[in-house]
């Protein structure tokens, strides 16, 4: 590859780390396109001033400790040197990846520690993102029942505050406050969960020395639209449709046993092809759509897009291969193999108007989703960062595995909408996820808004209309 080879991504990354702990941070640029999106230097300095709290702030520190014993001791809760957001994971693998990018920016905005309550399942996944500290919540962390936290516990933010428990105009000196809160994201969160979004909300959030917080949605679109970010956001992120692909490259570098699928995976199919082209097939159980028809969807929006040759359907067309040249390779995501078998022995038995050889591959098809399980997950990451790798994305609508290989990736995908529409194919305008279930509260105003229609860089997803993607 003749690209320079800018290690450090743009002045994302951190130079302080030892190269052989975690290859892929070293190793990425070689393998991600050309972008043509540069990192401003005030995102840069950020983050850099993000380290150096985190390293003064994370696990094992004597700030962090002493932070700990307040917590022990059920103390009202005040804000301190080091305050801490936590994050706690729900759903598969793509949902948790843009709710730790979003949790991530919240923390970035509030000057917090931003910690990983790590599932089992989840363990050897990423390498450590900070320099010289760890990000994750150590299993002898005072609160012991992190995972059963759901909508139900007294200490939600949203009961908190249905209930008024929390006003406003609480002081943390004359009143008693909660030692931590939890936040709950999810994305059958009520009206009063939503109050997070709030500039009141968030004031009253920064009362509060431990957060932690709930999410299986990307809601980063959210902070656009809270004055009090307004500024610092378009600071940092210039470019709004980038938030995603510069926060989860510096975040999410694969351990050197993901890597090494990756790299494997990419030598031995990637490296010699003229074109590398993702499809993600992702079917839900809520639109369920007969095989036949997708696959015929498939093909018709790889031909709509010019991302695939058509093929001869003659069984005499004689090849016009070119002996050498380089194939087109395809490479195909689902937890079904049929989708890939059809592909393949499309482009195996006939052959292309172009004379292209067309190779199709599949690293695995697991049939069912099983994110409890860490071998699973593996599999699943190495997939997705293949995926981000492509020249061209074809993707799923609603689909957080595909957010992320195209966010990652910095691309904009052809998405396969649903078969019974009439648009099969639809080239996205922004490479960021969507965000599903945002808030249809204007808080200002104090009234039901259309979110979509509020500001011009927020629009509905092409996917899923009920959600909002930021546009540049």
């Not at 172009?354 to 697991?366: A, M, Y």
Request: with cysteine; hydrophobic share 35%; charged share 20%.
């Amino acid at each position: 590859d003749e690209r320079p080879k800018d290690r450090l991504l743009g002045g994302l990354l951190s130079p302080e780390f030892d190269e052989a702990s975690c290859l892929s941070r070293d190793q990425s640029a070689q393998y991600w396109k050309q972008s043509n999106h540069t990192p401003s230097p005030y995102l840069l300095q950020k983050l850099r001033n993000y380290e150096s709290l985190h390293r003064r702030c994370g696990p094992n520190t004597e700030l962090y400790n002493k932070s700990i014993e307040q917590l022990k001791s059920n103390a009202s809760t005040r804000p301190s040197e080091c305050n801490y957001v936590v994050w706690l994971e729900s759903g598969g693998i793509g949902n948790r990846v843009i709710s730790m990018v979003s949790t991530f920016l919240y923390a970035l905005l509030n000057d917090k520690v931003f910690l990983l309550k790590l599932p089992d399942d989840f363990h050897g996944i990423f390498c450590e993102p900070f320099p010289g500290t760890s990000w994750i919540l150590y299993s002898d962390f005072p609160i012991q029942d992190l995972d059963g936290f759901d909508i139900s516990h007294p200490q939600i933010y949203g009961n908190i505050r249905k209930n008024n428990l929390l006003r406003n105009d609480m002081d943390a000196a004359k009143h008693s406050l909660p030692p931590y809160l939890y936040l709950y994201l999810i994305h059958d969160y009520s009206g009063f969960d939503k109050m997070f979004y709030c500039e009141e909300g968030q004031r009253l959030l920064r009362r509060f020395a431990w957060l932690f917080l709930k999410s299986n949605r990307y809601y980063v679109p959210a902070f656009f639209l809270n004055s009090e970010y307004s500024e610092e956001l378009s600071l940092l992120f210039p470019e709004k449709a980038t938030v995603f692909l510069y926060l989860s490259r510096y975040l999410l570098h694969p351990t050197n046993s993901v890597w090494g699928h990756i790299t494997r995976y990419y030598e031995s199919y990637v490296a010699n092809a003229k074109q590398w082209i993702g499809i993600q097939v992702r079917m839900f159980g809520f639109a369920p759509f007969p095989f036949e028809r997708m696959v015929s969807q498939i093909i018709n929006c790889s031909l709509t897009g010019n991302i695939l040759p058509e093929i001869v359907e003659e069984e005499s067309a004689a090849p016009t291969t070119i002996t050498g040249a380089k194939p087109r390779s395809v490479l195909v995501t689902s937890l079904r193999s049929g989708y890939f078998e059809k592909l393949r022995s499309m482009y195996y038995e006939h052959a292309t108007t172009t004379g292209e050889v067309i190779s199709v591959h599949q690293p695995s098809h697991e049939e069912e989703q099983h994110s409890e399980k860490l071998n699973h997950n593996m599999k699943a990451f190495a997939e997705i960062y293949l995926l981000s790798l492509s020249d061209a994305l074809i993707t799923s609508p609603f689909s957080t595995f595909g957010y992320v290989a195209q966010g990652l990736g910095g691309l904009r995908p052809w998405l396969l909408v649903r078969p019974d529409d009439h648009d099969l194919c639809l080239h996205s305008t922004s490479m960021e996820p969507c965000f599903h279930f945002p808030p249809s509260y204007d808080c200002k105003a104090r009234k039901k808004v259309d979110i979509g229609s509020v500001a011009p860089y927020l629009r509905h997803c092409e996917d899923f209309p009920h959600g909002v993607r930021l546009f540049d």
